[in-house]
């Protein structure tokens, strides 16, 4: 299936996105410690950083890969948890000064700012280990083997840790002020953006048992999606509005970093995200219309605003 079928009510799925969303951020509510838990600055400053208008496209992803698994979503509502909250520890680190030294996130003032440098540390550390907490209580599923949850977890903590999401933010550190060439840069944002992406919608997948034929086409999917959601990133720190996004445009430039708008030029840059969602569509020509709703996702990511 390629780019010809197109979004057939795009405020329908933009509501169904909205649902999403206010889902999950139900579940983060219920298994985050409360924000007045002793002692009380961390679990405030966890709660600020979660609660911060992200897009929760992770968990979403974790639910979808259960479900196209035949698992209901609520057996996999710890794993979708924990996704979003190694997204978030990610970055409160990323905006710290010795990193990106970001003063605002999703129009509001990051995490070190609010609550300074030290806490700011420690909070983005309380959510990577709250992450495997809750990823070792989705043991307590009832239909989650314990085989599968210990693949899950492997999954996880690969995506998140030195040949993965930390790993392309080292290689991204590495990289201020220098021009990269086009195969440094994809393999940067596959480790700093795509590995994390990857991992959640196999997560679900592997937890409600999908074969490892399916596993391997989401996954496919999923590096594809997280490509072309990293280009559209780009374009937007250039093009977009700052109000929509919520921090300065222009905050790559700031930073020295290569960017494909800045190695590409925008054209070529859109154009290379039409093919990695073209990618995203061949993926799912394993599933059936049970998929159309990641169909969609990967459409809608091209048009994205924020």
């Known amino acids: 299936m390629g780019l010809c079928i197109m979004i057939i009510n795009t405020e329908k799925f ?29 679990h405030e400053a966890m709660h600020y950083a979660v609660f911060n208008g992200g897009k929760r496209l992770r968990p979403i992803m974790v639910f979808e890969g259960a479900v196209l698994g035949g698992a209901d ?5 710890t794993a979708a948890c924990a996704l979003e909250l190694i997204h978030t520890y990610s970055l409160v680190h990323d905006d710290l000064p010795a990193m990106d030294n970001d003063e605002m996130r999703r129009g509001k003032p990051t995490c070190h700012i609010v609550y300074g440098e030290a806490n700011a540390i420690l909070t983005g550390d309380a959510l990577l280990t709250a992450a495997f907490y809750l990823l070792a209580e989705n043991l307590k599923a009832p239909k989650v083997k314990a085989e599968n949850l210990v693949r899950a977890i492997r999954v996880v903590a690969a995506a ?8 392309g933010q080292v290689l991204d550190l590495q990289s201020e002020g220098l021009a990269l ?7 940067l944002h596959s480790l700093k953006t795509g590995q994390l992406f990857r991992a959640a919608l196999t997560t679900g997948a592997i937890l409600s048992g999908m074969k ?6 989401l996954d496919k999917y999923a590096a594809s999606f997280g490509l072309a959601f990293q280009i559209t990133d780009d374009i937007l720190d ?9 921090k300065p445009i222009g905050s790559d430039a700031k930073n020295h970093k290569s960017t494909y708008v800045s190695l590409l ?3 070529k840059s859109y154009r290379l995200a039409r093919v990695a969602v073209e990618s995203c569509q061949e993926a799912l020509g394993y599933f059936g219309p ?5 169909r969609q996702l990967a459409l809608h990511t091209l048009n994205r605003k924020n």
Do not use: H
Request: net charge negative.
């Open 14 to 42: 933009r509501d169904e996105i909205k649902q999403r969303k206010e889902y999950v951020e139900r579940c983060l509510l219920e298994f985050l410690p409360p924000a007045d838990s002793y002692p009380a600055l961390i």
């Open 73 to 77: 979503k609520e057996e996999v509502i």
């Open 160 to 167: 998140a840790g030195s040949q993965g999401m930390i790993g």
């Open 181 to 187: 060439d086009f195969s440094t840069l994809r393999k």
């Open 212 to 217: 490892d034929s399916g596993i391997a086409a």
């Open 238 to 246: 250039v093009a977009g509005n700052q109000d929509l996004i919520g």
């Open 265 to 267: 030029g925008m054209e």
């Open 290 to 294: 049970e998929a159309d709703f990641l």
